[in-house]
């Protein structure tokens, strides 16, 4: 039908084929066809681009948009002045991915000696299978950058930061440390953790080929830098209550010590300091000993030093006055089958006189005037057996026994001290009651504002009662007291001294805790001060011969460092000539 | 109508490369303030590290230590002490 053989003088307009008339379901079965494959490309687009996208946005995303970490620093501990006590500061951790850094002899030469780590052991270090190793952490940020300056592949850095407490063991104890991700493993590093911690904030950026930040995209989360905390201590007399206090624990050859400074006006804790200390910049080799907080968190059977508390319920119960007599002789009482007695026998004393010349059986005899519960009502009011709540690790309440199972013989030992313990903290924080007036005001380790209220302070003994055993507390420090070394010349004083022995497995050993405490100026007092030397081991163990002489270096240091003006009418201190005859 | 058209391609060319430009901009700016920020941040670790520093050389014991062998200071004996109060009463000479 075709003649083909004419095919080449056909022009294509006259090509035989084209008057085929082909079936029409051919050529629309073609177009369904390619618009049926358009149709899926569209749905497969409409599907990648709108329905289920996650996956190549964040494949895109990661080809220039960079998550970056914007780190937030630990508060600042400082003192009431604003002196830094413990300040964070930024450091570099090298680390290494050991598959990653292959570097030549000479690269780990330079390394090691930028980290100042032996060869081998870097090589070593380098050489393991672990996916990641830290090679060296906290390194000066200086260090860092020569580092990074190498550019060695596989070795990258961190940021982490570093404490620093530039006061050291000094202030130890309250401070406290930190563990290594910025964790407070003591003191007031661990009570305000919270507050102290930052918490880092976050951005998305990105980043063009040179690794600058071109933009930000999304919202940028900002860091919380932690909170600084203003502590009520004051870094100076922080240092003399540490200075003296060293001093006397190695004067008198004693195991440990402690002292506490408080301002009675506002229940401040101006210092508080121990020994045995330790340095918090390097914890290497660290004993249980020197971590200890004594003074929070060691309970001390106290002696004498309570004697004040019998005598002011007794004359707040109107049992006795301040001259009433009592008959200390021959120094020696016996109660059921238990003995008290006197280091130094006395005849008749006056209530004055038997705090003066501190004697037990005269307590005792006071104390039996009074019925248990009331003498346990008032321990319990002044703070003895309860938390001092001042939100610190590791604080004890001391024991204080319900009065219901107190034997006789135990309200009299209790009367002078013994058979309670208490803590030195306690002990600070109940002579506020006499250096006020016969109100407790809780104590608190940060700063009060001026301006702040008031906190709620609790009536114990009338405003009478507190300044009879004021002045019965002065007489002690005066000459036929029992601590005459703990005079301050220029001020009034009071205070009590406390010896007492220490119970070593329910037996009283012959060891020693030797006390002092005491307020000036006692014509308005401000400041208590609290010392306790434990196990005194020279010739000397009396409170009053151990603790007394560290109380008024302390107390004197203390009052100047704050001006306050000293109360004695200065005749007597003016004349030599009358100092000499003292 | 011709006219018109070329006019308002004109006119889109000129806001493309303004945009160009704008954006161009941004970015400098953006990262002139990267940059002050990151001095800003190195400031205050410098901040920081010179507080470290003053508290250092500032600590009591030193300070006690200088004061007393270097420089001879003594604390005054009481007889020595006059207190100025507002008060007449406390004024004991």
């Given at each position: 039908m075709i003649n083909f053989k004419g095919a080449r003088a056909h022009k294509f307009a006259e090509?035989?084929?084209?008057k085929l008339r082909l079936p029409a379901w051919r050529s629309r079965l073609m177009a369904l066809a390619i618009l049926s494959c358009f149709a899926v490309l569209i749905g497969r687009s409409f599907y990648l681009q709108v329905l289920n996208n996650d996956f190549l946005q964040e494949k895109g995303d990661s080809r220039y948009r960079r998550d970056l970490e914007i780190s937030a620093s630990r508060g600042r501990i400082a003192d009431r002045h604003g002196d830094v006590l413990a300040i964070s500061t930024p450091m570099k951790s090298v680390w290494a991915i050991p598959s990653d850094a292959r570097l030549t002899p000479q690269q780990t030469k330079q390394l090691a000696g930028l980290l100042e780590i032996d060869i081998k052991e870097l090589a070593r270090r380098l050489a393991s299978d672990k996916p990641f190793v830290f090679l060296k952490r906290q390194l000066p940020p200086d260090v860092g950058e020569q580092v990074a300056a190498l550019?060695?592949?596989g070795i990258g850095q961190d940021k982490e930061y570093r404490r620093y407490y530039p006061s050291g063991e000094m202030t130890a104890h309250v401070v406290g440390f930190t563990g290594v991700d910025d964790k407070g493993l003591e003191g007031v590093e661990l009570a305000y953790q919270s507050q102290l911690l930052g918490h880092s904030g976050s951005r998305s950026v990105i980043k063009d080929r040179r690794g600058q930040i071109v933009e930000d995209v999304g919202s940028i989360k900002p860091p919380q830098d932690g909170r600084d905390i203003r502590l009520s201590l004051d870094a100076k007399i922080q240092y003399l209550a540490y200075s003296q206090l060293k001093q006397a624990v190695t004067d008198y050859k004693a195991k440990a010590g402690g002292a506490v400074v408080v301002d009675a006006k506002t229940g401040e804790i101006l210092a508080l300091v121990n020994w045995p200390t330790y340095n918090p910049n390097n914890r290497e080799r660290l004993s249980g000993a020197q971590l200890r907080n004594r003074a929070m968190t060691d309970t001390f059977e106290?002696?004498?030093?309570l004697k004040p508390f019998t005598i002011a319920q007794a004359l707040e119960s109107g049992k006795v006055r301040f001259d009433t007599i009592i008959n200390c002789a021959p120094g020696k009482l016996t109660i059921g089958t238990a003995t008290i007695s006197d280091s130094h026998p006395h005849g008749a004393l006056t209530v004055a006189e038997v705090i003066q010349k501190s004697s037990n059986v005269g307590a005792a005899k006071v104390a039996a005037m009074l019925s248990a519960q009331q003498m346990w009502d008032m321990f319990d009011a002044v703070g003895f057996g309860q938390v001092s709540h001042l939100g610190f690790p590791g604080e004890v309440s001391g024991r204080l026994r319900p009065?219901?199972?107190?034997?006789p013989i135990e309200q009299a030992t209790m009367s002078y001290g013994h058979g309670i313990s208490v803590s030195l903290i306690q002990l600070a924080r109940a002579y506020t009651v006499f250096a006020r007036e016969g109100d407790m005001i809780p104590l608190t380790l940060t700063l009060t504002k001026a301006?702040?209220?008031p906190v709620g302070t609790t009536p114990v003994f009338s405003q009478q009662t507190a300044r009879e055993v004021r002045a019965m507390l002065e007489m002690a420090v005066q000459p036929g007291g029992t601590a005459p070394k703990a005079q301050i010349p220029g001020y009034r004083v009071a205070g009590k001294t406390g010896t007492a022995y220490k119970l070593e497995g329910g037996q009283y050993a012959k060891k020693y805790v030797a006390s002092f405490v005491g307020l000036a100026p006692a014509s308005d007092p401000r400041l208590v001060v609290a010392i306790m030397i434990d196990e005194p081991g020279g010739a000397q163990h009396y409170g009053g011969d151990v603790a007394g002489p560290v109380f008024a270096g302390v107390m004197s240091g203390a009052l100047r460092t704050l001006g306050i003006a000293p109360d004695i009418s200065l005749q007597v201190a003016q004349t030599p000539a009358s100092k000499e005859k003292l | 109508m011709v006219r018109f058209n070329i006019l308002l391609l004109l006119a889109a060319v000129l806001c493309a490369l303004s945009v160009v430009t704008s954006q161009h901009q941004s970015r400098k700016l953006f990262q002139a303030m990267e940059s002050e920020q990151e001095r800003a941040k190195q400031l205050d670790v410098e901040y920081d590290q010179l507080q470290i520093e003053l508290s250092t050389w500032a600590t009591s014991p030193r300070i006690d230590k200088i004061a007393r062998e270097k420089l001879k200071m003594r604390t005054p004996e009481p007889a020595k002490i006059i207190t100025a109060s507002a008060s007449r009463s406390e004024v004991a000479r």
């Open positions: 090509s035989p084929v084209l550019k060695l592949p106290p002696g004498s030093v009065w219901k199972s107190w034997r301006d702040d209220n | -």
